[in-house]
């Protein structure tokens, strides 16, 4: 029971960090009304589920202190996202509210085909790529200790804290490659984007099979939402724009910054957003590379001193 209340205590405080970066980018004050937290054990929730949103509460599996703090911290902001722009009426702008008016004021040419393959409804759920991308985006700037961090922690979900075992280690090293390729892949996909409702949804189709064959237990539209936010970020990082700065415009106006994102990328001629954004990755997932490393370091030595005995 003690444990169970030091646990509450450790999340509420993180719905209270997250209250104070939301009331920061969006000037909107939830003060005293924050989501109600529970926290629940495996026989209560689905066991592929970390967590969810429904209404003025919060649901937490028990099983993520398994993966470690940061899992706990970022499942607990993402779901914090949720309710935050439910509770503040913004969910209807990452449903695309005044979307086609801009586009005509704008001269969009992307924005609207993209938000009819990206948000998805299906058995009474509703999947909102950018709003899930933003969601991690934000969780991202909470559990990052400065900016550098920013870019791996997008995808927090997919490894451990302490890559301490060799199963840890070599499900990390497989996250690792997949996510590599899916931030290729939709780099690709944006880069070739046609204006055609029909073929961009030819497009979309094709990447979200590729997404489900790299992951295949999850969700294709998730992915794609955050590798979005991820060139949005590194766009940002080019015009020395912070994540703060992207989750005031994202929040605003969502599918005005995945227009600009594909825009951005498709005259991108050298592939720069492309590298830097491979680059950051990298160099965040070292840390979860590094135990590999050395274990090899270790093996090596071990099969060194085998050859020597062996003299
Ligand atoms: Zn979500």
Same mark, same amino acid.
């Given at each position: 029971?003690?444990?169970?209340?030091?646990?509450?205590?450790?999340?509420?405080?993180? &719905?209270? +960090? =997250? /209250?104070?970066?939301?009331? %920061? @980018?969006?000037?909107?004050?939830?003060?005293?009304?924050?989501?109600?937290?529970? @926290?629940?054990?495996? /026989?209560?929730?689905?066991?592929?589920?970390?967590?969810?949103?429904?209404?003025?509460?919060?649901?937490? /599996?028990?099983?993520?202190?398994?993966?470690?703090? %940061?899992?706990?911290?970022?499942?607990?902001? *993402?779901?914090?996202? *949720?309710?935050?722009?439910?509770?503040? +009426?913004?969910?209807?702008?990452?449903?695309?509210?005044?979307?086609?008016?801009?586009?005509?004021?704008?001269?969009?040419? $992307?924005?609207?085909?993209?938000?009819?393959?990206?948000?998805?409804?299906?058995?009474?759920?509703?999947?909102?790529?950018?709003?899930?991308?933003?969601?991690?985006?934000? =969780?991202?700037?909470?559990?990052?200790?400065?900016?550098?961090?920013?870019?791996? +922690?997008?995808?927090?979900?997919?490894?451990?804290?302490?890559?301490?075992?060799?199963?840890?280690?070599?499900?990390?090293?497989?996250?690792?490659?997949?996510?590599?390729?899916?931030?290729?892949? &939709?780099?690709?996909?944006?880069?070739? $984007?046609?204006?055609?409702?029909?073929?961009?949804?030819?497009?979309?189709?094709?990447?979200?099979?590729?997404?489900?064959?790299?992951?295949? +237990?999850?969700? =294709?539209?998730?992915?794609?939402?955050?590798?979005?936010?991820?060139?949005?970020?590194?766009?940002?990082?080019?015009?020395?724009?912070?994540?703060?700065?992207?989750?005031?415009?994202?929040?605003?106006?969502?599918?005005?910054?995945?227009?600009?994102? @594909?825009?951005?990328?498709?005259?991108?001629?050298?592939?720069?957003?492309?590298?830097?954004?491979?680059?950051?990755?990298?160099?965040?997932?070292?840390?979860?590379?590094?135990?590999?490393?050395?274990?090899?370091?270790?093996?090596?030595?071990?099969?060194?001193?085998?050859?020597?005995?062996?003299?």
């Amino acid at each position: 029971m003690e444990v169970q209340k030091s646990k509450e205590f450790e999340i509420s405080n993180y &719905v209270k +960090n =997250a /209250s104070k970066l939301y009331e %920061k @980018v969006t000037n909107i004050d939830l003060g005293e009304e924050l989501p109600k937290i529970q @926290v629940l054990s495996t /026989s209560q929730i689905d066991e592929n589920r970390a967590g969810f949103q429904r209404d003025n509460e919060i649901a937490i /599996s028990k099983k993520l202190n398994e993966y470690g703090r %940061k899992f706990v911290e970022g499942v607990t902001c *993402h779901e914090f996202f *949720h309710w935050a722009i439910w509770k503040s +009426n913004l969910e209807n702008k990452f449903d695309g509210e005044g979307l086609t008016k801009l586009s005509l004021e704008r001269n969009y040419r $992307f924005a609207l085909p993209l938000k009819a393959l990206l948000i998805e409804e299906a058995l009474g759920e509703k999947i909102n790529s950018i709003e899930e991308g933003t969601a991690e985006f934000f =969780a991202a700037t909470l559990i990052s200790k400065n900016e550098k961090e920013i870019p791996i +922690n997008i995808f927090y979900t997919y490894f451990y804290e302490n890559p301490s075992t060799s199963y840890q280690l070599s499900l990390n090293s497989i996250s690792y490659l997949r996510l590599k390729t899916a931030i290729k892949e &939709v780099y690709t996909t944006y880069q070739k $984007f046609d204006e055609s409702l029909e073929e961009v949804e030819a497009q979309i189709q094709e990447l979200a099979d590729k997404y489900y064959k790299l992951f295949p +237990n999850s969700e =294709a539209l998730h992915g794609i939402g955050r590798v979005t936010v991820l060139f949005a970020y590194e766009i940002y990082k080019k015009e020395n724009k912070n994540a703060e700065e992207l989750l005031r415009d994202l929040i605003s106006s969502p599918w005005e910054a995945v227009e600009k994102v @594909v825009i951005e990328i498709k005259e991108d001629e050298d592939k720069k957003i492309l590298k830097n954004a491979i680059s950051d990755f990298e160099e965040g997932f070292e840390e979860h590379l590094r135990g590999k490393k050395e274990n090899k370091k270790e093996l090596n030595e071990v099969e060194e001193f085998k050859n020597r005995g062996r003299d």
